[in-house]
């Protein structure tokens, strides 16, 4: 069983930067693909970030791409997002998710285990 547990989530103006951390549980963490995923009030949770297990690659949601750096330390077992350039649209509750698989990684359903998120709030 893997144990995920986010931090760094906050109240931050428009403009402004926050890092969000993952801590994972596993010895295997080295061997798992890791997301970000969001769901703000009243909308489905929507894909943000993932970087495969390998590091070979990383991928964004549109709606990010340029503002937000998804990174891992598989030293300290912990996955990070690094969000710049912050609007009101951001503003969600972040997951972080892992998964076995290094493909379809925006796509929730692949994700086999899931913390229980932090709250952003962005506001204008």
């Known amino acids: 069983q893997v144990q995920l547990v986010e931090s760094g989530g906050g109240l931050v103006q428009t403009g402004g930067s926050l890092r969000l951390s993952c801590a994972a549980s596993a010895r295997t963490f080295s061997s798992y693909s890791m997301g970000w995923f969001r769901q703000a009030p009243g909308k489905e949770r929507d894909f943000v970030a993932a970087?495969?297990?390998?590091?070979?690659?990383?991928d964004y949601a549109d709606s990010v791409k340029g503002r937000f750096t998804i990174s891992r330390d598989n030293a300290k077992n912990t996955v990070y997002l690094q969000m710049n350039s912050l609007k009101p649209g951001d503003t969600a509750v972040y997951y972080c998710a892992a998964a076995r698989s290094s493909s379809w990684l925006h796509v929730s359903a692949f994700y086999e285990h899931w913390g229980q998120g932090t709250q952003v709030t962005v506001s204008s």
């Open positions: 970087i495969s297990w390998s590091v070979r690659s990383a």
